[in-house]
């Protein structure tokens, strides 16, 4: 239900940009956005997107990634700038679906993005 893609390996200081598609059985999203997990570490928030437009941010990675969404597509972007072999993880799509009040998480698989120092 979420496909994600833009994974890949490179080297630190360049760029990727991932995305991800909602099929149609998910509506209503409400925040969709992108965490991420090491090995070794537990899955965080790298940034989320409203559907109104308000964004959060990791500290590790403000000023550095930019999300952005298109709400008709139900597709979310993430443009990632100067990597770090830090940010080295697989990377999920995540989208928060909220009808009538109940809210629904869905996940993608994750794609793994690796950056060589």
């Known amino acids: 239900q979420l496909q994600a893609c833009g994974g890949g390996l490179v080297q630190t200081g360049e760029s990727l940009r991932l995305s991800c598609a909602a099929s149609?059985?998910?509506?209503?999203?409400?925040?969709m956005g992108w965490y991420r997990q090491a090995p070794g570490k537990e899955r965080e928030l790298v940034a989320r997107?409203?559907?109104?437009?308000?964004?959060n941010y990791a500290y590790s990675v403000k000023g550095r990634f930019t999300i952005s969404r298109d709400n008709a597509k139900n597709t979310v972007y993430l443009q990632a700038n100067s990597l770090k072999p830090e940010d080295t993880a697989v990377y999920y799509c995540?989208?928060?679906?909220?009808?009538?009040?109940?809210?629904?998480?869905?996940w993608g698989k994750g794609t793994l993005v690796t950056v060589s120092s």
């Open positions: 995540y989208a928060q679906q909220k009808v009538l009040g109940i809210a629904t998480d869905y």
């Open positions: 149609g059985s998910i509506v209503s999203i409400n925040y």
């Open positions: 997107i409203s559907s109104g437009g308000s964004t």
